[in-house]
């Protein structure tokens, strides 16, 4: 009798209009991708089917990632002098949380990720009430999601996975047919702008609230989207790979500490994802 070993693979899971998409990295960590119409049946079972077929040798468990959009949750960043500790994260958490919501904690799941500063830390802490995030968490009657990050860091992971790095003193523009994003790094915050406007306006608007001066801008159009003329400085990133499921299956894979965030579904609290 042969034995297979059992083996977890992380799938990002992204709805698009009418479709779900589906990215993986197969064993030789090339990034694989599936689409299906969200009225089609036996989604699970088909995905499942094509996903063993990059892992021939294993017992397969599909751990399925997902993200919100920023405008379901609620965020606040703190630099504070001194590094804490995980229980002293925790219990600024609650705290802030408890003075500055007006929705009992029971009500919320919330996680937090920390940065180490040359001069303090930084804490930013993430919530979403838990009636949102299991109205989330079904993509379709057979999908349930195991975590659910942020839209725009699932973003950023994407441009990071597609460039090979993030700039800094860089714009990174995000265009759907319903959405656009910019987000820009930086060593006491991630800057988010989200807006229903043309990019060029986004950029300018961006600049204007978070008084910054952008040295270079990057763009992911869906190919949906009807295209319009950029500024010449800017670079389009183009791909077949459907971008924010992309980001998703890279959550914790390119994990760099203190530079991603998590929702647990299985989380009552903080997330366990900070190791």
């Given at each position: 009798?042969?034995?297979?070993?059992?083996?977890?693979?992380?799938?990002?899971?992204?709805?698009?209009?009418?479709?779900?998409?589906?990215?993986?990295?197969?064993?030789?960590?090339?990034?694989?991708?599936?689409?299906?119409?969200?009225?089609?049946?036996?989604?699970?079972?088909?995905?499942?089917?094509?996903?063993?077929?990059?892992?021939?040798?294993?017992?397969?468990?599909?751990?399925?990632?997902?993200?919100?959009?920023?405008?379901?949750?609620?965020?606040?960043?703190?630099?504070?002098?001194?590094?804490?500790?995980?229980?002293?994260?925790?219990?600024?958490?609650?705290?802030?949380?408890?003075?500055?919501?007006?929705?009992?904690?029971?009500?919320?799941?919330?996680?937090?990720?920390?940065?180490?500063?040359?001069?303090?830390?930084?804490?930013?802490?993430?919530?979403?009430?838990?009636?949102?995030?299991?109205?989330?968490?079904?993509?379709?009657?057979?999908?349930?999601?195991?975590?659910?990050?942020?839209a725009h860091h699932s973003i950023m992971r994407a441009f990071r996975f597609l460039l090979g790095e993030v700039q800094e003193n860089a714009l990174y523009l995000y265009q759907d047919e319903s959405h656009c994003f910019a987000v820009m790094d930086t060593a006491h915050s991630q800057q988010l702008l989200q807006t229903s406007e043309n990019l060029t306006a986004l950029c300018s608007k961006f600049c204007q609230r978070f008084?910054?001066?952008?040295?270079?801008?990057?763009?992911?159009?869906?190919?949906?989207?009807?295209?319009?003329?950029?500024?010449?400085?800017?670079?389009?990133?183009?791909?077949?790979?459907?971008?924010?499921?992309?980001?998703?299956?890279?959550?914790?894979?390119?994990?760099?500490?203190?530079?991603?965030?998590?929702?647990?579904?299985?989380?009552?609290?903080?997330?366990?994802?900070?190791?």
């Amino acid at each position: 009798m042969s034995y297979k070993k059992r083996k977890i693979v992380q799938v990002g899971v992204h709805q698009q209009q009418s479709h779900v998409q589906f990215v993986w990295l197969d064993n030789l960590k090339q990034v694989q991708f599936l689409s299906f119409l969200m009225s089609e049946t036996n989604v699970k079972a088909q995905l499942i089917a094509r996903v063993m077929q990059d892992f021939p040798q294993n017992r397969l468990q599909l751990y399925f990632v997902g993200c919100v959009s920023p405008h379901l949750t609620w965020s606040k960043n703190l630099i504070l002098p001194h590094t804490l500790n995980t229980q002293e994260c925790e219990q600024q958490c609650s705290f802030i949380l408890q003075e500055e919501l007006p929705i009992p904690l029971e009500e919320l799941w919330f996680d937090y990720v920390t940065t180490d500063l040359k001069q303090g830390f930084r804490l930013d802490i993430y919530a979403i009430r838990r009636q949102t995030a299991y109205e989330t968490q079904w993509i379709c009657d057979e999908l349930l999601l195991n975590v659910l990050d942020v839209a725009h860091h699932s973003i950023m992971r994407a441009f990071r996975f597609l460039l090979g790095e993030v700039q800094e003193n860089a714009l990174y523009l995000y265009q759907d047919e319903s959405h656009c994003f910019a987000v820009m790094d930086t060593a006491h915050s991630q800057q988010l702008l989200q807006t229903s406007e043309n990019l060029t306006a986004l950029c300018s608007k961006f600049c204007q609230r978070f008084n910054v001066e952008v040295e270079y801008v990057y763009v992911y159009q869906t190919t949906n989207v009807e295209q319009t003329d950029l500024p010449k400085n800017w670079r389009q990133v183009k791909t077949d790979i459907p971008f924010i499921a992309l980001g998703n299956a890279l959550w914790r894979i390119d994990w760099v500490q203190n530079n991603s965030l998590v929702l647990t579904a299985s989380s009552s609290g903080a997330g366990d994802e900070r190791d």
